[in-house]
């Protein structure tokens, strides 16, 4: 079993940063695929990121080169680093991890308005 808890969120100004932090519960953290998604209002989740054990990353076409995911093994942590934020990227953000089951925080409001 795993728990995650998602925080670093907020409101923040068109162009501004936000770094997003997951940490996580549970043994064998690095074996697990890690990942944020987002929901804006309405029924969709969408997927901002991903990276895997070994540390290969994937990132959906509208945060490429705006947006970082990076873990921590040894503090059993995942970040997502926010560069450049758009009104567009306002929704909760939510951390997953994977292995042989899918797991998920309860997410982290991000605003991005002036």
């Known amino acids: 079993q795993v728990q995650l808890v998602e925080s670093g969120g907020g409101l923040v100004q068109p162009g501004g940063s936000l770094n997003l932090s997951c940490a996580a519960s549970?043994?064998?953290?690095?074996?697990?695929?890690m990942g944020w998604y987002r929901q804006a209002p309405g029924p969709q989740r969408e997927l901002v990121a991903t990276?895997?054990?070994?540390?290969?990353?994937n990132y959906a076409d509208s945060v490429k080169g705006r947006f970082t995911i990076s873990r921590d093994n040894a503090k059993n942590t995942v970040y997502l680093q926010m560069n450049s934020l758009k009104p567009e990227d306002t929704a909760v953000y939510y951390c997953n991890a994977r292995r042989f089951n899918n797991y998920w925080g309860k997410g982290t409001l991000v605003t991005v308005s002036s």
């Open positions: 549970g043994r064998m953290f690095s074996s697990y695929a």
């Open positions: 990276i895997t054990s070994d540390g290969s990353t």
